[in-house]
Every structure is written in structure tokens, then in C-alpha cells.
């Protein structure tokens, strides 16, 4: 089992990935202040006019083999390994979980499965897009008025057309 902070700098869940127990990643250091996960926090309004709050999560890990954990130890795994596993994780698209030294994010999402990567010689980084999955629900369009909403001002006006 991944011990955040001692042989990892996150650590990844899923039932369905490594027979459930978690799997530690290094994170591409920067900075000389180690590895970091972003967080992004942003409130959408809904159409009953509450909120709908999305959470999106960045973490670029190094995929490197003899990689040094915080702990100073190296780690035995492999580029390859660690490839396959964020593959692994992505592939199981929903219900992820991350730990991080700040606390564990539950029910994640692979963004639109999307990672970005840069494979150097030596090494790869690979940036993890994670969300909440709480997508911002629109009201269902009215066809007629949809199509007569027409910009000459003749069938709607500004304030009773979609474009407001």
C-alpha cells in the first residue's frame, strides 16, 4: 500500500485497479518545492437558479525509472510500469480517488479521459486531469422559439430571445 509522503507524493484508488488497493505516483518536481496538485474550485448557476460546483484537479507525474520518493529511498518502479498504471486508472473513468498530503479527493472523474503528456529520452511526465463530475445542467431548449430567435428584432427582442 502507497504511503503518501514516504514512498509517494499521491496515491490513487479504484476497485477496479490493482485489486483495490492504492498505487503511488511521484510527481514531476518543480521549483526545487516538489511535486504539487492543482486544485480548481468554480460555481456554475443552474437553470432553477442554484448552484452547481465544479472541481477540477491537475497533477503531473513523473514516470521515470529509479525515481527518488520523498522519503529519499528509490523507488523500483519502472517508466513502463507507471505508464501502465495511470493508463489503468484513466481507463476506469469514474469513482478515483486521490490522496494527496493535503487529504483525499473520493468519486473523481478522468476529465473527457484526458491526460497530457511529454515523453522525453529519459523520462516521461504525464498531467492527470481529474473533476468532480458535477456538470452544470441546462434547461431543455424550446424548439419554435429556438428557431425564431433571429437577430432582425422582427420575431423576438432581445429580452424574450435565448441570447439574453
Same mark, same amino acid.
Given at each position: ?14 476497485p ?15 521549483? @526545487? ?35 527518488q ?9 519502472t ?7 495511470i ?44 473533476? @468532480?463530475g ?12 429556438f428557431?425564431?430567435?433571429l ?5 423576438l ?8
Open positions: 500500500m502507497a504511503i503518501v509522503g514516504v514512498d509517494c507524493d499521491i496515491a490513487l484508488a479504484h477496479a485497479v490493482n485489486g483495490g488497493e492504492s498505487v503511488g505516483f511521484i510527481l514531476e518536481r518543480r521549483n @526545487n518545492r516538489g511535486g504539487a496538485v492543482t486544485v480548481r474550485r468554480q460555481a456554475y448557476t443552474t437553470p432553477d437558479g442554484g448552484y452547481s460546483d465544479r472541481i477540477r484537479y491537475w497533477a503531473t507525474i513523473a514516470a521515470i525509472d529509479s525515481a520518493q520523498p522519503n529519499g529511498a528509490i523507488s523500483t518502479d517508466r513502463a510500469g507507471t505508464y501502465a498504471s493508463l489503468e486508472f484513466i481507463a476506469a473513468r469514474t469513482g478515483i480517488s486521490m490522496q494527496t498530503a493535503a487529504g483525499t479527493y473520493t468519486d473523481l472523474y478522468a476529465t473527457l479521459t484526458t491526460t497530457l503528456e511529454f515523453h522525453w529520452v529519459g523520462s516521461s511526465g504525464i498531467t492527470l486531469h481529474f473533476n @468532480n458535477a456538470f452544470t445542467q441546462t434547461a431543455p431548449i424550446d424548439t419554435t422559439r428557431n425564431n430567435s437577430w432582425d428584432g422582427s420575431l427582442s432581445w429580452d424574450t430571445s435565448y441570447w439574453r
